[in-house]
Nanobody
Framework: QVRLEESGGGSVQPGGSLRLSCAAS????????MGWFRQAPGKEREWVAG????????YYADSVKGRFTISQSNAENTVSLQMNSLEPGDTSIYYC??????????????????????????????WGQGTQVTVSS
């Protein structure tokens, strides 16, 4: 079926940058929405950023707006998250997610992107294994 795999995590000092990538593979598939969530030990899962893949619209949590950029590569069937000006609070495991690609409009996940709600994780079907991001001195 569909498989998502994250890469690009690592350890950086505050103010540094990382670029995460999420590659989709498996059955022929076109998502409606792809996004990034993060979860640190003892904390709730937090929505970080997302993209409406049909139109290219991007959405961000207030905590990362202006520092993170989500983008899509059609040729490589990947979505990336460029993270600049990283802060210790960004330390977390980052997960890539994609919806089921149902051919409906508007897809349910689009409402989740527009509302910037962390509980929008319920609208995604496929998940990667996660990649660790650590920001410390």
């Amino acid at each position: 079926q569909v498989r998502l795999e994250e890469s690009g995590g690592g350890s950086v000092q505050p103010g540094g940058s990382l670029r995460l990538s999420c590659a989709a593979s498996g059955s022929p598939y076109s998502s409606n929405c792809m996004g990034w969530f993060r979860q640190a030990p003892g904390k709730e899962r937090e929505w970080v950023a997302g993209i409406y893949t049909r139109g290219g619209n991007t959405y961000y949590a207030d905590s990362v707006k202006g520092r993170f950029t989500i983008s899509q590569s059609n040729a490589e069937n990947t979505v990336s998250l460029q993270m600049n000006s990283l802060e210790p609070g960004d330390t977390s495991i980052y997960y890539c997610a994609a919806d089921d690609g149902a051919e409906v409009f508007p897809p349910p996940c689009l409402h989740g992107l527009r509302s910037a709600r962390s509980d929008s994780y319920r609208l995604y079907k496929y998940w990667g294994q996660g990649t660790q991001v650590t920001v410390s001195s």
